[in-house]
Nanobody
Framework: QVQLVESGGGLVQAGGSLRLSCAAS????????MGWFRQAPGKEREFVAA????????YYADSVKGRFTISRDNAKNTVYLQMNSLKPEDTAVYYC?????????????????WGQGTPVTVSS
């Protein structure tokens, strides 16, 4: 069982920045692929970013490419999402997810464990 706890969400003005964190339990975090997804009211949960177990490969949704950066610290069992140049359309609940098989990617179905989510609101 892997527990994921997100933090760092909040209210920010358009153009501002936030850094989300996701702390994971377990001794084998370094073998997990990690992802960030988001869900806006009335919409499906969508892929935002993913990172390979070593951190050597990253993937982004087109809508956030160039503005968001995913990173991880395997010594701290933590994955981050740095969000810059935020837009009102980035408003959503952001979820951290872990794929214990190390594959990750953009598909929700690949991920085995999910956090409870942290809300991000971007005002115009």
């Amino acid at each position: 069982q892997v527990q994921l706890v997100e933090s760092g969400g909040g209210l920010v003005q358009a153009g501002g920045s936030l850094r989300l964190s996701c702390a994971a339990s377990g001794r084998t975090f370094r073998t997990y692929a990690m992802g960030w997804f988001r869900q806006a009211p009335g919409k499906e949960r969508e892929f935002v970013a993913a990172i390979s177990p070593s951190g050597g490969r990253t993937y982004y949704a087109d809508s956030v490419k160039g503005r968001f950066t995913i990173s991880r610290d395997n010594a701290k069992n933590t994955v981050y999402l740095q969000m810059n140049s935020l837009k009102p359309e980035d408003t959503a609940v952001y979820y951290c997810a872990a794929d214990v098989h190390g594959l990750g990617g953009t598909a929700r179905e690949r991920y085995d464990y999910w956090g409870q989510g942290t809300p991000v609101t971007v005002s115009s």
